[in-house]
């Protein structure tokens, strides 16, 4: 058996959350394999509305393991208060959910030196959701981090106040004052404990050659990946399909379906490049119709067009089998819909995605005609209008893979799987 990867081809928030939800029931085991509280992953579905920051999404089904690999990092207080919350919710995670002991911590001070970094760093801020991913990560291939292991040696406390001390010296070269809040960093490394600390990349192994079937979530998007994405305004972890591979402990031909999940436009949250972006009244219009504001932080996301030279390098570098689109119905209501196909740079045209997108770098559009009418009630592909499924059939026909789920609405039920494929052969 091989495990299936679902990741974001753009900059994140494509909709993973939602889909792997969607998707959980085919699946016996649901894994992140990277990224940590930064992302924010939302669900939808009956009275339920949830944003997930560590948890895997496949955490509202019955009988489904969740496990959070030895390639995410994990903030203990903020994890506990994501658990709290899915108690609350009538979801008590302790026995279905496995935590790597591989998994680096988040500690306080990692938050502090984000925070200080992206400070001193004033205009040319990456826009970091302050999370202490960075910070942890960098401890982590420094090899100076602390992993969940830890947690359960008898001299844990020690080692956490070695690594402090160092964040504090570390901490001496910025203008910035601070305070160490270490309660909820406590609360939740006690909290965690009743939780299974696993060996994940063997549990993993064992599951596929038990057959089971596992979805691996990406976290971010291939546009934040650390080497391919547009450095340095990027997040600190490989977000693409080899991630899968070294954030769980799998062998790259275990690596099955590849889900690219892509919104039917663009959206960024944070600093950097984005040739598609929509600065004014269409941009403006992307955002309230679509809601774009940070799961995470609540920022307000930039909008744009789709980009299909972007696309097609994601489409590329992950090995995309599968393609999901995403907020199809947030286009309901324009009467022309533009995809950028190419890219024009010092007046040469290249469909191909640049070492660097600065100013030079101009889309060159395809314009398209809207469908102007609602479609979060359909459920059936062909029901949809045909401007939609030319749209579709377009970026079918230039990324060479099929679209094989289109949603339309952000609620579970809201969801077009097309019919006669089989998700596990
Ligand atoms: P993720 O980080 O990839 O899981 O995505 P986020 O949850 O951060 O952002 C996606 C947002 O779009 C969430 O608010 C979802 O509820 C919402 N959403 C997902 N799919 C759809 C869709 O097809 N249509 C609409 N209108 N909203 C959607
Ligand atoms: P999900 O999983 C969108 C962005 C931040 C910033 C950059 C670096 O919900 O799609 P970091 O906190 O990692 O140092 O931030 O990456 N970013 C995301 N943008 N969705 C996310 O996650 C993101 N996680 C980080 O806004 O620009
Ligand atoms: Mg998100």
């Given at each position: 058996m091989k495990t299936d990867v679902l990741l974001g081809?753009?900059?994140?928030?494509?909709g993973k959350g939602k889909v792997v939800d969607v998707l959980?029931?085919?699946?016996?085991v649901v894994a992140r394999f990277q990224g940590g509280p930064n992302a924010g992953h939302s669900l939808e579905f009956d009275d339920v509305e949830i944003v997930l920051h560590?948890?895997?999404?496949?955490?509202?089904?019955?009988?489904i393991v969740n496990v959070i690999g030895n390639g995410v990092v994990i903030d203990p207080g903020i994890l506990k208060g994501e658990l709290e919350k899915l108690k609350q919710l009538g979801v008590e995670a302790s026995g279905q959910l496995m935590i790597s002991k591989k998994a680096h911590l988040i500690l306080p001070t990692h938050r502090i030196i984000d925070a200080a970094s992206e400070a001193a760093k004033?205009?040319?801020?990456?826009?970091?959701?302050?999370?202490?991913i960075g910070p942890a990560y960098m401890d982590k291939t420094g090899r100076n981090g602390l992993r969940v292991?830890?947690?359960?040696?008898?001299?844990f406390k020690e080692r956490y106040e070695q690594l402090k001390r160092k964040h504090i010296e570390f901490l001496r070269q910025f203008d910035y004052e601070y305070t160490i809040e270490e309660e909820g960093f406590f609360a939740g490394v006690e909290w965690m404990k009743r939780f299974r600390f696993v060996d994940s990349e063997f549990y993993i192994n064992r599951a596929l050659n038990e057959n089971k079937h596992i979805l691996a979530e990406g976290a971010q998007g291939t546009l934040l990946?650390?080497?391919?994405?547009t450095y340095p305004f990027v997040?600190?972890?490989?977000?693409?399909?080899a991630g899968a591979c070294t954030g769980l402990g799998l062998?790259?031909?275990?690596?099955?379906e590849v889900y690219g999940i892509f919104k039917a436009y663009c959206t960024r949250v944070g600093s950097g490049p984005f040739?598609?972006?929509?600065?004014?009244d269409t941009g403006e219009k992307l955002r309230s119709i679509g809601h774009e504001?940070?799961?995470?932080?609540g920022r307000p996301r930039r909008t744009g067009w789709l980009d299909l030279v972007a696309l097609k390098y994601s489409v590329m570098i992950n090995g995309v089998t599968r393609l999901i689109m995403t907020k199809?119905?947030?286009?309901?209501?324009?009467d022309s819909i533009k995809l950028a196909t190419a890219y024009e740079i010092n007046g040469k045209e290249t469909a191909e995605f640049p070492y660097e997108l600065n100013e030079a770098v101009k889309p060159v559009y395809k314009e398209m005609k809207g469908?102007?009418?609602?479609?979060?009630?359909?459920?059936d592909y062909d029901k949809l209008p045909e401007e939609l499924r030319l749209y579709v059939k377009f970026i079918e026909t230039e990324?060479?893979?099929?679209?094989?789920i289109v949603s339309v609405?952000?609620?579970?039920?809201?969801?077009i799987i097309r019919a006669l494929r089989d998700y596990h052969d």
């Open positions: 081809l753009q900059w994140g928030d494509e959980t029931p085919k699946y016996d560590t948890v895997p999404s496949g955490i509202f089904h019955k009988n004033g205009k040319s801020k990456i826009g970091s959701t302050l999370k202490g292991g830890e947690i359960l040696e008898s001299d990946d650390v080497d391919f994405g997040t600190s972890s490989n977000t693409i399909c062998a790259p031909r275990r690596i099955g040739p598609t972006e929509l600065t004014e504001y940070g799961s995470t932080t199809s119905d947030v286009l309901d209501t324009f469908w102007n009418t609602p479609i979060s009630d359909i459920r990324t060479g893979v099929p679209v094989d609405g952000p609620n579970r039920d809201q969801t």
